[in-house]
C-alpha cells in the first residue's frame, strides 16, 4: 500500500504542472461534453462528435482504489493501444521512478485516494508529452484514463500576457518546488533561462523580451516581472 508519492515522482510531476494545466484547459474546450466511445483496436476515442486517436495510459478501480497501467493491463499487453503508457514506464526505469514501474498501486492510504490517481494520470501525460488526458467512466467502479495523440488538440503557446497566471497556477498543484515548476514549463516550450539563486529569467520567444521570475525566501514565486519590447513593423 502507498501512503505517499516518492520525492522522483513528485519533482516528474512538478515539471509538468504549469504547461500540463494549460494542456488539460485547452483540451477541454477541444472536445465537447457528451457521450464517449473507444475501440482500442484501431486506438479511436469518440465523444461530442470529436473523434481522436488515443492510447490507454491507466485504470482506476474505486472499489480497491487501486491504480493500474495501461502497459501493465493484461488485455492491453503488447498492443498498440498501450504503446505511450509503455514510454512511460521506459522513462521511469530509466529516471529511477518506482511508481511508473510498479504495475499496480494500491492508492487506498492515501488521504484522497481519487486525486492520487488523477496525480498518476497528470504525471504520465507530462512524462509522455501529451496534449492532455481524458478520464471516462468505464464501468460502474472504474475509470480509465487516455492519453491523446492526435495532432487535432490544440497545443497553448508561450503567451507572455498569461504567463504570470499560468506559472502561479501551476505551483499551487503540488506546492513543493516552484523553482522546478518555472524551470519545466520553459524546458517544455525550449526556452532558453538563466537560473539564479533567487529568480529564473527567460527569454521570450521571437525575441519578444524576458521573463523574470522571482523567488522569495521560502522558494514561493514573488512575482513574474514581463519586460517586453515593443514590436517593430513597417
Known amino acids: 500500500m502507498v501512503d505517499a508519492f516518492s520525492d522522483a515522482f513528485l519533482f516528474e510531476a512538478e515539471r509538468h504542472a504549469a504547461w500540463g494545466a494549460a494542456q488539460l484547459e485547452a483540451l477541454m474546450g ?62 521511469g526505469r530509466a529516471h529511477g521512478i518506482p511508481e511508473l ?24 501525460m507530462g512524462v509522455a508529452e501529451a496534449p492532455g488526458y481524458i478520464g471516462a467512466p468505464a464501468g460502474p467502479t472504474t475509470q480509465v484514463y487516455f492519453l491523446p495523440d492526435d495532432p487535432q488538440v490544440p497545443r497553448p503557446a508561450l503567451d507572455a500576457v498569461a504567463l504570470p497566471r499560468v506559472l502561479l497556477t501551476g505551483a499551487g498543484l503540488i506546492g513543493r518546488s516552484p523553482r522546478h515548476v518555472v524551470e519545466g514549463y520553459f524546458d517544455h516550450h525550449a526556452v532558453p533561462y538563466r537560473a539564479e539563486p533567487s529568480r529564473i529569467v527567460a527569454d521570450l520567444p521571437g525575441g519578444a523580451g524576458t521573463a523574470d521570475v522571482a523567488f522569495d525566501a521560502l522558494g514561493r514565486i514573488a512575482g513574474v516581472e514581463m519586460k517586453l519590447l515593443p514590436k517593430t513593423g513597417r
Open 30 to 91: 477541444f472536445v465537447p461534453e457528451g457521450e464517449w466511445s473507444a475501440d482500442l483496436e484501431t486506438c479511436r476515442y469518440r465523444q461530442g462528435g470529436v473523434e481522436l486517436r488515443v492510447g490507454v495510459l491507466g485504470t482506476y478501480d474505486m472499489n480497491d482504489h487501486s491504480w493500474m497501467w495501461g502497459w501493465a493491463n493484461p488485455g492491453l499487453r503488447g498492443r498498440e493501444v498501450s504503446a505511450l503508457a509503455g514510454a512511460v514506464e521506459r522513462y
Open 101 to 124: 514501474t510498479a504495475e499496480v498501486l494500491d492508492l487506498s492510504g492515501f488521504e484522497d485516494p481519487r486525486r492520487a490517481a488523477e496525480t498518476l494520470a497528470f504525471a504520465g
